[in-house]
Structure formats: C-alpha cells, structure tokens
C-alpha cells in the first residue's frame, strides 16, 4: 500500500521532471544562436497539432501509473510483508504440540501470502497429508497469481509506450509532408527538417517511458518467484510435525465381523 510518505515522494519527482526541463529552457534562452532554443522545449513537445498533444499527454498518463506501479510494488515485494518474521516457527512451534487452533489464529493475526497457504493447509488437515499438499500447492498458485497481476501492468506500459511514441513520429512525419505539398515544393529543408524533429520527440518519449517499466517488471517477476519459492519451502517446513506424526500413525484395527447365525431350523 501506497503511504504518504512515499506518494509525497512520487509528486516530488514528477514535479521535478516537470520543472527540470523549465531550467534547462531558461539556461537556453541565453543563447540566441541556437534554433532549438529559440523554439522551446514545450513549443516542440507540442508541436505535432492536437494528435500530437494527445499522444504526448496519454504518454505522461503511461508514466504516472508506471511510477504508481513500481513504488507500490518496492512496498509490498518485501520479504516482511510476504513471509512475516516469526510466523513460519510459531506456527511449526505450535502444531507439534497439537495446538491447532492457536495455530489457526497466529495465521490470522498475520495476513500475508505465507499466512493464506498455512491457513489452506490447516483446513484440510482431517484429511491427511495428501490434501494438505494439494491445498497449498493450490494456494501458492492462487498467491503467485494475485501478485503477478499488478506486475503485468508494467509489461503492458512498456509495450504501449513505443507504440504510441511510433504513432506520433508518424502521424507529425504525415503533416510536416503534407504542409510541403501543400507549399508545392517551396519548404526548404530547414522546415522538412523542424517538423521531423518535432515529430521524433514522441519516439524519445515512448522510450523514456517504456524502458524503465520493462526493467522493473523483469525485476520484480524475477523477485515474485524467489519469494513464492521460499514460502512454499517454508510452508513444507511448518507442517514437518504434522507429516511425521501422519506417518507414524498405527493402521486402524479392523473389528472382524460376527459370524452368520446358523439359520434357523
């Protein structure tokens, strides 16, 4: 969960991307010899006409939610919060001396992924030790799929990003073509040239965007299955008494059955 601290952080930094270009354009307006920066730099981010702006904008969108995504996950991809310190050992601690309901209620006073596949276990403990496995085995799936699902999001921002960026180099390459058609041939290069940088922004864009998001999603997939891996290792090892007092467990007698009355004459 996002804490205010850590949102304050998030505004702090787009604030500063946001005024980081403001300095450098106004270190720039010193030099008049330079064209780029007699234009500006949000005069060419926006340049490319109302598609442009569009994109430029749905790109900033992309951002915000990536940076969301990563701080939020950096939270909640914490050992802590996944595996709580304690809970493995107070629970084996607990069901080798056959306190099953104070075991139960350890798990419920730490919710947490660990905490669900040691419930699940627990539930299905009347049922020996084949449905115990099979009821974690399930509940490590169902816990590795509830934390890939935000991760995937950032997969999907950093496929979307370049595709936008694309889109906008194209459709601002279309219109600085078509104003030299419509001049029929007049533009010099100088202009076909402007208008093709101002188009490129939007592929620098997509990229700055898309980069970062790809990155901490191969991190933070690659961090989810060492940290599945280690709770279901750590769910075999609480339920170790359990297993071992399964197997030593002597067959039920079986009562022979009373013979037939002979019938009667």
């Known amino acids: 969960m996002i804490t205010l601290r850590n949102f304050k952080f998030a505004s702090f ?134 934390l890939y699902r935000k991760v995937e999001y950032l997969s999907v921002i950093g496929n979307l990003a370049p595709m936008c960026g694309l889109l906008g180099t194209v459709t601002g390459m279309i219109f600085a073509f078509q104003q030299v058609a419509a001049s029929q041939g007049t533009a010099g290069a100088g202009d076909l040239a402007q208008g093709i940088y101002s188009a490129l922004v939007t592929t620098v864009a997509g990229l700055v965007v898309a980069i970062p998001s790809l990155g901490a999603f191969a991190v933070f997939r690659n961090r989810i299955d060492q940290l599945i891996g280690e709770a279901a290792y750590l769910a075999q090892h609480v339920f170790t008494p359990v297993r071992r007092r399964g197997s030593k467990v002597a067959p039920r007698p079986v009562t022979p059955s009373t013979p037939n009355a002979p019938p009667r004459q």
């Open 13 to 146: 930094c787009t604030v500063a991307l946001v005024l980081c270009p403001k300095l450098v354009l106004a270190n720039n307006e010193s030099d008049n010899s330079s064209p780029a920066a007699e234009s500006g730099f949000f005069d060419i981010v926006f340049s490319g006409g109302w598609v442009g702006t569009l994109i430029v904008l749905t790109l900033l969108v992309l951002s915000l939610i990536a940076v969301y995504l990563i701080i939020e996950q950096i939270l909640l991809l914490r050992r802590g919060e996944v595996m709580p310190a304690g809970l493995a050992d107070d629970v084996r601690q607990l069901l080798s001396q056959g306190r099953l309901s104070e075991a139960d209620q350890a798990c419920r006073n730490k919710p947490s992924p660990l905490a669900f596949v040691l419930l699940s276990g627990l539930a299905e403990i009347d049922f020996g030790w084949q449905a115990m496995e099979k009821a974690m085995e399930d509940a490590i799936t169902e816990q590795a799929a509830k």
